[in-house]
């Protein structure tokens, strides 16, 4: 039996989980793995986000992002 904590650490995951890990929309996420601009795999007719380079990408990922004024 998988734990929430453990949910949270796993790298890539359907949308749905990745939607509660993230907190974006379901909708956002399955169009960005549409057109390319959310990084992901996809196993058959299912996408796997990497969740992990999603955060990077948006500068969520609790580091040292920089913002340029």
Same mark, same amino acid.
């Given at each position: 039996? /998988?734990?929430? #904590?453990?949910d949270h650490m796993t790298p890539f995951q359907k949308i749905a989980q990745a939607s &509660?890990?993230?907190?974006?929309?379901? %909708? %956002?996420?399955?169009? @960005?793995?549409? +057109? $390319?601009?959310? *990084?992901?795999? &996809?196993? @058959?007719?299912?996408?796997?986000?990497?969740? *992990? #380079?999603?955060?990077?990408?948006? $500068? #969520? +990922? $609790? @580091?040292? #992002?920089?913002? /340029?004024?």
């Amino acid at each position: 039996m /998988q734990t929430m #904590a453990n949910d949270h650490m796993t790298p890539f995951q359907k949308i749905a989980q990745a939607s &509660k890990t993230t907190g974006l929309s379901q %909708y %956002y996420l399955r169009r @960005g793995c549409r +057109d $390319g601009s959310i *990084p992901h795999t &996809k196993s @058959g007719q299912t996408f796997f986000v990497n969740v *992990p #380079a999603l955060l990077r990408q948006l $500068g #969520a +990922d $609790g @580091g040292g #992002a920089v913002v /340029q004024q």
